[in-house]
């Protein structure tokens, strides 16, 4: 695979807004402007989070980056034993959450990396994490629903979600 660039554009005037999904939305590109872009070692297969101006999000080259979102300047970044493919990060009382495809749920500091825990789950987490209440609520590829506190990472509950 290809390393990719994540680009940030800044738009200063959108002409028209469509509320209808099909409809599409008119942007005058003389107004996009890159802004910043950073270049991971893989494709980027998640969708970032934005919390107090840092970019989170994981690559398929087994890191989890934070960049600043004004400047796009890396901030730090973590390694994971397999991809990130499709979970994207949460943040919830100063620590971000994400899955990876070795199976682990990941609570990282949000602000310098540092983990604080990680849960096995067996398969590979594809599925973006939620927090309510301070409960973590994941899938797993293993079909199971994990509910984790959120700042032990001990298991609450788990379901077993049965195909069909």
Same mark, same amino acid.
């Given at each position: 695979? &290809? #390393?990719?660039?994540? &680009? ?11 509320? *209808?999904?099909?409809?599409? +939305?008119? *942007? ?6 890159? @802004? ?10 998640? %969708? #970032? &989070?934005?919390?107090?101006?840092? =970019?989170?999000?994981? /690559? ?13 300047? =890396? +901030?730090? @970044?973590?390694?994971? !034993? @397999? #991809?990130?493919?499709?979970? /994207?990060?949460?943040?919830?009382? $100063?620590? *971000?959450?994400? $899955? ?19 849960? &096995?789950?067996?398969?590979?987490? !594809?599925?973006? #994490? ?5 409960? *973590?609520?994941?899938? %797993? ?11 032990? $990472?001990?298991? @609450? ?8």
């Amino acid at each position: 695979m &290809f #390393p990719v660039i994540i &680009f940030v554009l800044s738009v200063s005037i959108i002409t028209s807004f469509a509320m *209808v999904i099909h409809e599409p +939305i008119s *942007v005058r590109t003389e107004h996009v402007h890159l @802004k910043w872009r950073y270049k991971t070692r893989n494709a980027v297969l998640s %969708s #970032p &989070f934005i919390y107090n101006d840092v =970019l989170y999000i994981g /690559s398929t080259d087994c890191d989890f980056y934070a960049l600043n979102a004004s400047t796009g300047d =890396l +901030i730090w @970044k973590f390694h994971t !034993g @397999k #991809p990130i493919w499709g979970s /994207s990060a949460t943040v919830w009382n $100063g620590i *971000v959450y994400f $899955g990876s495809l070795d199976g682990n749920i990941y609570a990282l500091n949000a602000t310098d990396g540092s983990k604080i825990w990680t849960y &096995f789950t067996s398969a590979g987490i !594809g599925s973006s #994490p939620t927090v309510f209440q301070g409960i *973590v609520y994941v899938g %797993s590829r293993n079909t199971n629903l994990y509910a984790l506190n959120a700042t032990t $990472g001990m298991k @609450k509950w788990m379901y077993y979600a049965e195909a069909g």
